[in-house]
């Protein structure tokens, strides 16, 4: 298994423009996350899906931050507009509810530079 | 509120020089206590869940210990491969996500 794949790697942006962060989750796993990490504040949960349902946004910061998931094999986090506070690393992280739940797999993340 | 909070957030070993790291909690309804290790530039990776005071789990030169309080990692005899950031996190009662700590960074001098 590829495990969880994040895209771009990289981005740097300018304030004010739209970033569309993706994830493909693990093949079978049906929980989605998506963490930002900062030296600040550490991980943070922005979102929660479970069968592609969003079951718990209370992280994301503010309307600028959107989520979805189209189907189990893709997400998206997209931030509009862009703003330098929001510079940092994004996670995707996906589980498999009843077989060792909480047991997150992450991907390799999405350091995000807005200037 | 739920929270873990971990110490110290930096330690610098010998190699060979044994400690422990601690992390603490308040959560109302302790359904696991995970570990995770963050090298730079990657994703955290889990290393352990421990469900009930006194359980004990063991990995290579890692061992983790759970109070009804705190959770401790002991590591014996560090190699410079040990460095990395080490991460517990506790789930919130009746939910699935993680609440992480800020985690402890450690280097391993050769």
């Known amino acids: 298994d590829a495990g969880v794949i994040q895209s771009p790697r990289h981005e740097v942006t300018e304030m004010g423009q739209e970033v569309t962060l993706r994830c493909k989750p693990i093949?079978?796993?049906?929980?989605l996350f998506w963490y930002r990490q900062t030296m600040m504040r550490g991980l943070e949960l922005l979102i929660y899906?479970?069968?592609?349902?969003?079951?718990?946004d209370s992280g994301m910061p503010e309307d600028r931050f959107s989520a979805k998931m189209p189907n189990a094999s893709f997400s998206t986090l997209k931030i509009q507009p862009s703003e330098p506070r929001d510079s940092a690393v994004y996670f995707c992280?996906?589980?498999?509810?009843?077989?060792?739940?909480?047991?997150?797999?992450f991907g390799a993340g999405s350091r995000l530079t807005v200037l | 509120e739920d929270q873990v909070t971990q110490s110290p957030e930096a330690l610098r070993l010998q190699e060979g020089e044994s400690s422990s790291l601690n992390c603490s909690y308040t959560?109302?309804?302790?359904?696991?206590l995970f570990w995770y290790r963050q090298d730079p530039g990657k994703g955290p990776e889990f290393l352990f869940t421990?469900?009930?005071a006194g359980e004990e789990k063991e990995k290579e030169r890692l061992k983790a210990t759970l109070t009804k309080k705190e959770s401790f990692l002991h590591i014996t005899a560090p190699k410079p491969e040990d460095s990395a950031t080490y991460l517990c996190?506790?789930?919130?009662?009746?939910?699935?996500?993680?609440?992480f700590g800020t985690g402890t960074r450690l280097t391993i001098i050769p």
């Open positions: 992280a996906s589980s498999a509810r009843g077989s060792g739940a909480n047991v997150l797999t």
């Open positions: 093949s079978g796993h049906n929980s």
């Open positions: 899906f479970n069968n592609n349902v969003p079951i718990d």
């Open positions: 959560v109302s309804g302790l359904r696991g």
């Open positions: 421990l469900y009930s």
């Open positions: 996190a506790v789930p919130p009662f009746g939910n699935e996500k993680l609440t």
